[in-house]
């Protein structure tokens, strides 16, 4: 079967690509309103894209009026933003931050998160995330309809049991996050998993 995202399935491009691109990681991103207001969005149109310099870049979409939605807005602003990654612990308070809420009003107290001073942006990081990445905004690529913020990774906190200080490594079998399945009420855990030693 074929289908021609730019004919007659185009509508449906959405649903059928997040539906079959799966599963992808979720990034919790918080932002800091101009009047100071901490905004909290989830976004799974998100990944990590390069090392030299680490850029990690998400698609903040519009409102169904055609605004930017408050993510967008603020990074427009400040140049700024947290990437919060979601473990199973959080799932449940980072679907409460998808609820649409007028622009300026904070997600956070409804959805359970506290929030802990960044050390290089001004967008706090949330204390209940495993891991967080301080980012600035190294450019928006506006491609179609399409929003991609991309960001430098300035700095990395986690928690101490998901570092080998020696090894300098991440300990993933601590890491339990949840991943975006199809759309559009659909997640994963990733706690089954396997080897493949890629060949020399």
């Known amino acids: 079967m074929e289908l021609d995202l730019e004919g007659a399935y185009a509508d449906r491009a959405y649903p059928i690509l997040a539906s079959l691109v799966t599963p992808r990681p979720i990034a919790l991103v918080t932002t800091l309103g101009p009047d100071g207001v901490v905004n909290a969005a989830p976004f799974s149109l998100f990944n990590v894209l390069g090392a030299e310099p680490p850029i990690v870049a998400f698609a903040p979409g519009d409102r169904d009026d055609g605004t930017p939605k408050d993510?967008?807005?603020n990074i427009r602003i400040g140049h700024e933003f947290v990437v919060n990654l979601v473990d199973e612990n959080i799932a449940e308070n980072m679907n409460r931050c998808a609820a649409a809420?007028?622009?300026?009003?904070s997600e956070l107290q409804s959805a359970g998160f506290t929030t802990v001073a960044s050390?290089?942006?001004k967008p706090p990081r949330?204390?209940?995330s495993p891991v967080s990445l301080e980012c600035t905004e190294w450019g928006t690529l506006q491609i179609g309809e399409n929003r991609v913020v991309i960001g430098v990774v300035k700095r990395v906190h986690l928690r101490d049991e998901l570092?080998?200080?020696e090894k300098a490594r991440v300990r993933s079998e601590h890491l339990h996050?949840?991943?975006?399945?199809?759309?559009?009420?659909?997640?994963?855990?990733t706690r089954d998993r396997f080897e493949m030693i890629r060949p020399a």
């Open 71 to 73: 993510t967008a807005r």
């Open 101 to 105: 809420l007028p622009y300026g009003v």
């Open 119 to 121: 050390s290089l942006v």
């Open 126 to 128: 949330l204390a209940e």
């Open 163 to 165: 570092f080998d200080t």
């Open 177 to 189: 996050l949840i991943g975006r399945m199809a759309s559009p009420h659909w997640y994963c855990r």
